[in-house]
């Protein structure tokens, strides 16, 4: 997960969504495809540009911008697919120490993204940082226990994102499936799931299809990339994702699918590329 954009608990003006959205392709596929800003690196489009190219291309949505981005995305019949949440990648919610800062943060990120339309609020868990495994995991539920009847009474689902502790994020607590389905389970709410981050797990379990079959019922969001690098995914790369996706369009999955890498080629030409291979 990169750098996102700040949560406005505020919302913007409403306007209403061109329709069909300006530009945008028929879409295409099973899945329902969306983009995080960071694909775009090195495109030096802004926020409109970035909207434009999606719409273009039959994407839903943009991961990891704040409501205040929602006006734009409206203009192209694109939605927020996922924002920022209030916990970060290394204070996160197995710390009690932090849940008194995190806690009415996720509260209004709730609140906002029940208004703006927004399907996914982000929950990040934190670093170990001398907290173990058990512990974490008490922690965690006892902090999405707390916030989980908002989150069902305006219908928006919080996503706990599996991140690596190997290669990128040394530390980081929820780094496997099994982890993060405990979690799921002990807090047993519907709008409680995880983010499976297919780059992170390949990393740190592999066996991808198999664990996103035998876990999807607590799977609420992906995110793409290729192993390694963390780049667009071709034939360099150690992950199929045609055969990934159509394991996910199989199982009748019906969030989203977001792209979460940084190009290393032009930016607008390697993600309708990405497209087209995830329209299974």
Not at 60 to 71: E, F, K, M, S, Y
Request: proline residues 5%; contains cysteine; hydrophobic residues 40%.
């Amino acid at each position: 997960m990169g750098a996102v954009a700040a949560l406005s608990p505020g919302l913007p003006a409403a306007q209403t969504p061109a329709s069909p959205a300006a530009g945008a392709s028929t879409r295409r596929g099973r899945l329902k495809q969306a983009v995080c800003r960071g694909v775009f690196s090195g495109s030096k489009l802004d926020l409109e540009g970035m909207c434009r190219e999606a719409a273009r291309l039959g994407l839903w949505g943009i991961d990891l911008v704040g409501t205040d981005a929602l006006p734009t995305l409206k203009n192209y019949g694109l939605v927020p697919t996922m924002v920022p949440g209030g916990s970060g990648i290394k204070s996160g919610i197995n710390d009690l120490k932090n849940h008194a800062d995190i806690e009415p943060k996720m509260l209004a990120a709730i609140k906002a993204a029940a208004e703006a339309g927004a399907p996914n609020v982000i929950v990040l868990a934190g670093d170990r940082a001398g907290i173990s495994d058990e512990h974490g995991l008490e922690n965690s539920a006892n902090f999405l226990n707390k916030v989980k009847a908002v989150a069902e009474d305006k219908g928006v689902t919080l996503c706990i994102e599996l991140l690596n502790s190997k290669v990128n994020h040394p530390g980081y607590m929820c780094d496997t499936t099994k982890w993060g389905v405990e979690l799921c389970k002990r807090v047993d709410s519907p709008r409680v799931k995880l983010l499976y981050d297919i780059y992170h797990m390949q990393i740190m379990e592999g066996d991808v299809i198999r664990t996103i079959k035998a876990n999807i019922k607590y799977i609420g969001h992906f995110h793409t990339a290729g192993n390694p690098g963390r780049h667009e995914f071709d034939d360099t790369q150690e992950l199929n994702y045609v055969g990934i996706c159509k394991a996910i369009a199989d199982l009748g999955f019906e969030g989203f699918l977001a792209h979460e890498y940084t190009p290393t080629k032009d930016a607008v030409v390697t993600l309708e590329k990405m497209v087209k291979i995830c329209e299974v």
